[in-house]
């Protein structure tokens, strides 16, 4: 049993590792022992969560990668594969998101927001699945998480119709993945966070925390512990027996 929510030694790609969520994410496996690799577009980013990490003695490398195309997963997956023989956990993070009134949202908004947080996570899955398998073991899959978002469960109270459109695809695409690669020994989850400390959320909890805060049913927003926590667990022995599932952490906000 002590060692049911271990990660150690464990290779995992984050993308969209930088800040946020992502980097909650990757800080959280870094600290329990695994080597992880934060990708995002700008490498000054990469750079300093990985230095960051590093000097607290963890094993942490970074990777510029453009993720709004399928070449640029392409690459992604390949200067992974370059590094290591096998992935054992990939979390599918980068996004964006982008708000504006019902009259006037735009294609444009449309066409970056699918692409990023819809196309790429499929592409990605599709380019790091032979490493997948390699990292795949009896009673041991490997795994992907997928960050979808309460927004893809609920109507959102902001006009981000893009972004809500995208997650709710992201929770379904995990269940088409999960029964997909099932028999290739990889298990698919998503993730649906609630509020969180982060650049896309900072705008929000700037105007609004207060109000977000009194209709939590726990009574506060999410802690990196939080969102590390469910992404360990589902990366551990734990969380083997689990795929298909789209998790809320969100302090009961969904409900």
């Known amino acids: ?37 934060v990708a995002s577009r700008k490498q000054q980013e990469c750079d300093e969560v990985a230095a960051e990490l590093t000097k607290g003695g963890a094993h942490c490398f970074a990777i510029a990668a453009d993720l709004s195309t ?14 290591e023989d096998e992935l054992h956990v990939l979390v599918n993070n980068a996004g964006a998101n982008w708000g504006a009134p019902f009259a006037e949202y735009p294609d444009s908004a449309w066409d970056k927001v699918l692409a990023l947080n819809v196309k790429s996570v499929f592409h990605l899955t599709r380019f790091c699945t032979p490493l997948l398998e390699k990292g795949a073991r009896p009673g041991d899959p490997a795994r992907v998480i997928n960050i979808g978002s309460i927004d ?36 698919v989850n998503a993730v649906a966070p609630g ?22 049913p726990l009574g506060r927003i999410g802690e ?29 906000i969904s409900i």
């Open 1 to 37: 049993m002590k060692d049911l929510f271990s990660v150690e030694g464990k290779v995992v790609l984050v993308t969209g590792g930088s800040r946020g969520i992502g980097k909650m994410i990757a800080t959280g496996f870094a600290e329990a022992g695994a080597r992880v690799y």
């Open 70 to 83: 399928e070449a640029g997963a392409k690459k992604l997956a390949a200067d992974v594969g370059a590094k």
């Open 152 to 187: 893809g469960l609920r109507a959102p109270v902001l006009e981000t119709y893009a972004y809500s459109a995208s997650k709710a695809a992201v929770h379904h695409m995990t269940g088409v993945l999960a029964k997909r690669l099932a028999k290739q020994g990889i298990t």
């Open 195 to 216: 509020p969180f400390e982060s650049k896309m959320m900072a705008a929000t909890l700037d105007r609004f925390k207060d109000v977000i805060v009194q209709g939590c």
């Open 224 to 252: 990196p512990e939080d969102m590390a926590g469910v992404a360990i667990y589902l990366a551990s022995r734990a969380g083997a027996y689990v795929t298909g599932a789209v998790i809320p952490v969100d302090g009961g």
